[in-house]
């Protein structure tokens, strides 16, 4: 026990790569991390810096994925070899630019966006980035453009992204099985929040929508999955990453 206490101390002086002395004040060990990592494995790129300074020039609140979890989803969606995928939650089209990267050129990224103002920025960034021809931006509430896209039988996706309205994720995470094919992966963002999910007393409406979106998982059994804990510039959250699997 004492040993494993241990292992997580740091047993040796911290690498110089989390000392700021030049900050205001030090960042949190696992920011450090994640700007380590971002340095490391994320080459400085035009359009996604241009994408992050429009949409804050905009005014577009900065709770977009963050680079390293950018990645991620454009290596799922590489692995899967994903040709059609379904993004709930525009905002300024950053995590849409990671997926769209992700495509083959006759491949699309269908985004559901609410707000025509982010829709608007999203398209300007996601234009200049040169990807806006693999980009289908449906404007409205998801809940009304969903069903849309079940008329047009416009699934499968080979991946979906929820990242909307966290009251609605029961029903997003419906609407997505129902676009899916058995092997499809669906990533729901944000389903850790800084641990309120896993505390009884936190009855707050949007941890209240993840929940549900959870009993939703676990009583489907065509879904299997798991939830991946992050920690990093977006501080503590997670990801649950849920594949459909063939009918019984
Ligand atoms: N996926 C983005 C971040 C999305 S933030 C990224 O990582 O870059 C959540 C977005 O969902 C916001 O732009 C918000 O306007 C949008 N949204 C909120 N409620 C919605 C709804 N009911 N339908 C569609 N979009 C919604
Ligand atoms: C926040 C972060 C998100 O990724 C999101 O989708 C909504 C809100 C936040 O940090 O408040
Ligand atoms: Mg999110």
Same mark, same amino acid.
């Not at 026990?1 to 960042?27: D, F, I």
């Given at each position: ?10 047993? &040796? ?24 990592? @971002? ?16 949409? /804050?020039?905009?005014?577009?609140? @900065? ?12 290596? =799922? ?5 994903? %040709? %059609? ?14 997926? /769209? ?16 103002? &982010?829709? @608007? ?12 021809? !693999?980009?289908?931006? !449906? ?13 047009? %039988?416009?699934?499968?996706? *080979? ?13 997003? =995470?419906?609407?997505?099985? !129902?676009?899916? %094919? ?21 009855? *707050?409406?949007?941890? @209240?929508?993840?929940? !549900? ?20 510039? +977006?501080? &503590? ?9 063939? +009918?019984?």
């Amino acid at each position: 026990m004492a040993e494993a206490a241990n292992a997580l101390k740091p047993s &040796h002086p911290r690498p110089s790569m989390t000392q700021r002395p030049s900050s205001p004040e030090p960042l949190a060990l696992w920011s450090s991390v994640d700007r380590y990592y @971002e340095e490391l494995l994320i080459p400085p790129d035009a359009a996604l810096a241009a994408t992050l300074r429009a949409s /804050a020039a905009a005014g577009l609140p @900065e709770i977009q994925v963050s680079p390293l979890q950018g990645r991620f989803l454009q290596l =799922l969606a590489q692995a899967l070899g994903a %040709r %059609r995928i379904l993004e709930i939650g525009t905002l300024g089209g950053y995590s849409t630019l990671w997926l /769209a990267r992700a495509l083959p050129p006759d491949g699309r990224v269908v985004t559901l966006e609410i707000d025509p103002r &982010h829709a @608007e920025v999203a398209l300007s960034n996601l234009k200049r980035a040169g990807v806006v021809d !693999r980009v289908d931006l !449906r404007l409205g509430p998801a809940l009304t453009t969903l069903p849309t896209l079940v008329a047009e %039988r416009a699934g499968p996706f *080979d991946l979906v992204f929820i990242d909307a309205d966290k009251t609605a994720y029961p029903d997003y =995470l419906d609407w997505s099985v !129902r676009l899916a %094919r058995s092997g499809s992966l669906i990533v729901a963002d944000n389903v850790v929040r800084r641990g309120d999910v896993a505390d009884p007393d936190n009855s *707050d409406p949007q941890v @209240e929508g993840i929940r !549900r979106m959870n009993e939703r998982i676990r009583a489907n059994p065509r879904l299997r999955a798991t939830v991946i804990q992050t920690v990093g510039v +977006k501080g &503590h959250d997670g990801f649950a990453v849920v594949r459909v699997e063939a +009918k019984a």
